[in-house]
């Protein structure tokens, strides 16, 4: 039976950091077998092959796959199961034991039918802390209180490599869209971090040519 699509994802994150360390020992074996079972887009294969640091390949693997969704998880998880990598990377053996411990199908059904919740429960829009996840909405308006200074902001303040930066500049042509999908690769990373007020301290630890007007709306609550 295939697993929840919260929890296939879910599952992912929380096994990263485990899963890094072990197919770093052969990321180019863990990668033409994501390829061959499509499980990255062509701009993401891209990406990955062109890291040369085992360690950083796999993340950025893991990365592109949880980015597009409980399908290519799905597909992933599958492939970790699957025989050649198992005799490949023995310590895989415990994937085959993971359970979804997240939502059950009853709770999602019943979430359904309260209005205005269906969203939240994937995205966890209300962190353990209290804090709003910072929406859509809140990130155009940053978008546009961002000026040139914005790649810099994606590297120091918001920690997004550079090949990514780069990735987001080909991709949009006008400068607020770029801006904005920084800010919006920025949150898809942080997942449950992604709040307002945090992304508001981290464009608040230097001078971005950012007003405090322009940015202190992300501490209003609702």
């Not at 360690?55 to 998880?73: H, M, T």
């Not at 970790?80 to 994937?95: G, H, I, N, R």
């Not at 400068?175 to 919006?184: D, Q, T």
């Not at 992304?199 to 950012?210: G, I, P």
């Amino acid at each position: 039976m295939a697993e929840e699509p919260a929890g296939v994802i879910q599952i992912l994150r929380t096994q990263k950091a485990k899963l890094i360390e072990i197919l770093s020992a052969d990321a180019d074996f863990v990668l033409q077998h994501a390829d061959s079972r499509s499980l990255l887009s062509r701009s993401g294969y891209q990406q990955v092959k062109a890291c040369h640091i085992p360690s950083e390949k796999v993340r950025d693997l893991l990365d592109n796959v949880i980015q597009r969704g409980p399908k290519a998880a799905q597909g992933l998880l599958e492939l970790l199961k699957d025989q050649a990598l198992q005799e490949t990377f023995p310590m895989l053996s415990y994937v085959k034991d993971l359970q979804v411990n997240t939502l059950s199908s009853e709770t999602l059904k019943r979430t359904k039918s309260a209005p205005g919740l269906q969203e939240t429960i994937p995205s966890k829009r209300i962190c353990n802390n209290g804090s709003h996840l910072v929406t859509e909405k809140q990130l155009m308006t940053v978008a546009c209180a961002i000026g040139r200074s914005w790649r810099e902001i994606g590297r120091q303040a918001l920690d997004i490599r550079s090949v990514k930066l780069e990735e987001i500049e080909e991709d949009h042509s006008l400068h607020k869209e770029r801006v904005f999908a920084m800010l919006r690769h920025w949150r898809n990373t942080q997942r449950e971090k992604a709040t307002a007020t945090y992304l508001h301290s981290l464009l608040s630890q230097n001078d971005w040519a950012l007003t405090s007007e322009s940015i202190d709306f992300l501490l209003e609550t609702d």
